[in-house]
């Protein structure tokens, strides 16, 4: 692999690589947080798989984004906001597994609502998403929810909820069925774009 020793970055000032790339060696959380972010990862996301704090994640994005390692996908959000390695980010995440021998595979990104996914991303609001793969009452979706998770803290007001927020969100729509006197819901064409996202998230790590 030959080695590139500046890149122009989006501004046109020109950045030295290896400066760079020796200071993400410096700390291994630095490296850690690099070599995750295979698709767009919110601190909190990043805190869950490499068990550190969200505080030090959010620390570590910030340097990585002044960096321009990084850049954020929905920066209006107040929280649960997402980070995507720049064109440096991922030269130096290329370096570095080279250097480790490792292989990352490449997921390209879709042309989606980045707000509205980070959104998804915050607490169990992600965990309904997925669950979702027919029309379902939020009963329905409490049951699957303990299946695979016996330890989750949801009520199902809390879930009735959420689906609320999806239905105005157009995350999901309702859908009544012949002699069934209450409405399911099942995910529209965004609802399933952005549970691909959550699911690639979770089955790539």
Not at 11 to 38: F, P, S
Not at 128 to 135: H, L, M, Q, V
């Amino acid at each position: 692999m030959s080695i590139q020793k500046t890149l122009e970055d989006t501004t046109g000032q020109i950045i030295d690589l290896h400066c760079v790339y020796e200071w993400i060696k410096a700390e291994n959380n630095r490296k850690n947080t690099l070599l995750l972010m295979k698709l767009p990862l919110t601190a909190k996301q990043i805190s869950s798989k490499l068990h550190i704090k969200p505080s030090t994640c959010s620390h570590i994005l910030k340097d990585f984004t002044t960096k321009n390692l990084t850049s954020c996908l929905n920066p209006t959000a107040k929280n649960s906001r997402l980070y995507y390695l720049t064109t440096l980010g991922k030269h130096c995440q290329d370096m570095l597994c080279h250097e480790l021998q490792k292989t990352i595979k490449d997921f390209p990104l879709p042309d989606t609502n980045w707000n509205l996914y980070g959104w998804l991303c915050f607490n169990h609001r992600s965990a309904i998403a997925k669950i979702i793969n027919e029309p379902m009452q939020p009963s329905q979706i409490k049951r699957q929810l303990y299946r695979r998770n016996p330890d989750i803290n949801i009520s199902a007001n809390n879930i009735r909820d959420i689906i609320k927020l999806f239905e105005k969100r157009d995350i999901v729509e309702k859908v009544y069925l012949k002699k069934k006197a209450h409405p399911r819901y099942k995910l529209t064409d965004i609802g399933k774009q952005l549970q691909e996202l959550l699911k690639k998230e979770k089955a790539c790590y």
